[in-house]
């Protein structure tokens, strides 16, 4: 009896479901991860980089423990896998570090600008990485997004373009950024069938210890005590959300979607920062920045249909 035309079908049907979920999980986390930097702008000063990053992994981690120990699906990882938690917690660290350094120097609307940079840079490393090829059509995408956000860092202003007038938060955020765009074809490369829950776990675990023994110094001397509690509400909704729940779904759009179409999705960034400012200050903004933040979530639209070859 032949069953191979019904199998494809509901294979492809299964792929399908797949993936739209996948897009769903992007959408969640690129609205959590927005909301990251309004609300890192507005704690940043109160403790050192560093320490808030290591106090949001730890309290990720925390979160995960729990979770795994009550699904009991807890598990050690050997040798080789340590390694790989290791590295890819490392991309992180250095994206997140510098990310609350860089709003310590610039505006939340153009470091989520900068931001919209990865996707770009994730197909160029994909592409080197994992072999993974990008079509014309998605790289004409990622290029006038980039030129999107372009425009919204020098602010819509055609002569800080020329003169290449970068603010300093906006070029250390750039470096975390390009850390950033390697961790999805990363995840992809290394991932051997392991538990999802296992690995975000393991790698949250692993960029703690990062952090713990690069900045023992400042953690230890770090103003604990004297932090107002609305700062540990927000890096408790930063551990939550932006970091334990965000790795999850990020993870989860890795294994079914192409690493362009993942991160295609941060350009959706400035948009909803400059939503969330707007709420905020009850301002709209200039007409040039809004421009330019519509243009990269255009870009996503139109990146979404592009097709990738693999």
């Not at 991309?91 to 310590?104: A, S």
């Not at 690493?259 to 295609?264: D, E």
């Not at 709209?284 to 255009?298: C, H, K, N």
Request: proline share 4%.
């Amino acid at each position: 009896m032949s069953v191979g035309p019904e199998t494809e079908v509901q294979k492809e049907q299964l792929t399908g479901l797949g993936e739209k979920k996948a897009h769903g999980a992007m959408l969640l986390f690129i609205f959590f991860v927005s909301t990251s930097f309004p609300v890192g702008s507005a704690i940043t000063h109160a403790l050192d980089p560093t320490a808030l990053t290591f106090l949001r992994f730890v309290i990720a981690s925390g979160a995960f423990a729990v979770l795994l120990l009550v699904k009991k699906q807890w598990s050690w990882p050997g040798p080789l896998l340590c390694i790989k938690y290791f590295w890819l917690a490392a991309l992180l660290v250095v994206f997140f570090i510098t990310m609350f350094e860089g709003l310590r120097w610039g505006g939340p609307v153009s470091l989520g600008a900068v931001f919209t940079l990865i996707p770009l840079m994730t197909a160029v490393i994909a592409f080197f990485l994992i072999g993974q090829r990008t079509t014309l059509r998605l790289w004409v995408g990622l290029f006038i997004a980039a030129l999107g956000a372009v425009w919204v860092v020098f602010d819509g202003d055609v002569e800080k373009i020329f003169s290449f007038s970068v603010g300093k938060g906006e070029l250390i955020f750039l470096v975390g950024c390009f850390t950033y765009s390697a961790y999805s074809p990363f995840v992809r490369k290394y991932h051997q069938g392991e538990n999802l829950l296992v690995l975000t776990f393991w790698t949250l675990v692993a960029g703690a210890i990062i952090l713990g023994i690069y900045g023992w110094s400042k953690i230890t001397n770090s103003p604990w005590l004297e932090v107002q509690p609305h700062v540990y509400v927000a890096i408790v909704y930063l551990a939550i959300c932006n970091t334990a729940i965000s790795f999850l779904l990020l993870k989860f759009a890795s294994f079914k979607l192409p690493a362009a179409k993942v991160m295609a999705y941060t350009f959706l960034t400035p948009a909803i920062v400059l939503g969330i400012e707007s709420v905020i200050s009850g301002q709209l903004p200039e007409l040039t920045i809004l421009a330019g933040a519509g243009i990269t979530a255009l870009a996503m639209v139109f990146l979404q249909g592009a097709r990738e070859k693999r």
